[in-house]
């Protein structure tokens, strides 16, 4: 982060899907609880690099400020959540800033948009969200975390944009015009992204930028055709940047966050500006932050 010139990163609780009993739903909140708690700790190992986690949009900003890295927690999987609403909560005690309703795979709250027929899923299970995911969508509103419709189900992404008094994101996905995958957004997703005034995080996953494509086969070429498409379809507003690193992000020149800066020669070759790179580059991320922690009752 240091050398690519990055000032604030998510570290992300993720639970990987499993059967759905109150027994694995308690192991996964109790893995998301120990993440949380491990990225806390963050600040407090011994480093050369400064490190500060921040849970609110002011403090990145603030530890930039003061020469810190931003560590900012966040939740993948609302599967953690079980049947106890509670627990988002205690999520963002912990400072996670959001919740992605869903990964590979249905939960209790909400469809995902890749169903593990290993789990005995089908293709839709809910029609979208249920109805404990509408209740969750309300407690995350309630505590101001962002309601995150990363790998979830079409239908639950335009439900949870209708539920949501604050605006969605997608933290990391990709355009489906450009790139046809379950993973990625419709040109009627981006368009209700816009209308929520969310933002959809374009990310460096290889087979959600080209069909199929392995990471040495996709370039920031690629990568920039994505944001300028979503850019041109639902304004400067609403798109961002993310890389997936620890999740299967990365290609040939963005392996890492060092070379972030190749992501930026890219997109001002194409014109984009000082200001356009601003709010591409975490500007509209905080800002809607700062709608979701305005919110919170």
């Avoid at 604030?8 to 499993?18: E, I, R």
């Avoid at 609110?56 to 079980?82: M, Q, S």
Wanted: aromatic share 6%; hydrophobic share 40%.
């Amino acid at each position: 982060m240091v050398r690519g010139g990055l000032s604030a990163a998510c570290f992300v609780a993720y639970v990987p899907q499993t059967g759905r009993t109150p027994a694995s739903e308690d192991a996964a909140y109790g893995r998301a609880l120990a993440m949380l708690d491990q990225i806390n700790r963050m600040a407090h190992t011994p480093s050369g690099i400064p490190l500060r986690v921040t849970s609110r949009a002011d403090a990145i900003v603030a530890a930039k400020r003061d020469g810190f890295l931003a560590i900012v927690p966040c939740v993948e999987n609302g599967f953690a959540v079980g049947a106890d609403l509670s627990r988002i909560a205690e999520f963002r005690r912990r400072g996670a800033i959001y919740m992605t309703l869903t990964h590979n795979g249905h939960n209790g709250l909400a469809d995902s948009c890749n169903p593990r027929r290993d789990l005995g899923d089908r293709e839709s299970e809910h029609g979208g969200l249920s109805v404990l995911g509408r209740a969750a969508v309300v407690a995350m509103n309630k505590v101001g975390m962002l309601v995150d419709v990363a790998h979830t189900s079409r239908d639950t992404m335009a439900q949870a944009a209708e539920a949501s008094r604050s605006p969605i994101v997608s933290t990391h996905s990709c355009v489906s015009a450009l790139c046809d995958h379950s993973r990625n957004m419709t040109d009627w997703q981006l368009d209700v992204i816009r209308d929520v005034r969310g933002v959809i995080q374009i990310t460096a996953v290889a087979a959600f930028l080209k069909p199929n494509a392995k990471p040495d086969e996709v370039t920031v070429a690629d990568f920039a055709d994505h944001v300028d498409y979503a850019v041109k379809r639902i304004g400067i507003d609403h798109v961002g940047i993310s890389s997936d690193f620890d999740g299967g992000g990365g290609f040939s020149d963005w392996h890492d966050a060092s070379q972030s800066p190749n992501i930026t020669v890219e997109l001002v070759k194409r014109g984009y500006d000082r200001g356009a790179l601003e709010k591409l580059w975490g500007g509209n991320f905080l800002r809607v932050m700062r709608v979701a922690e305005g919110m919170a009752s």
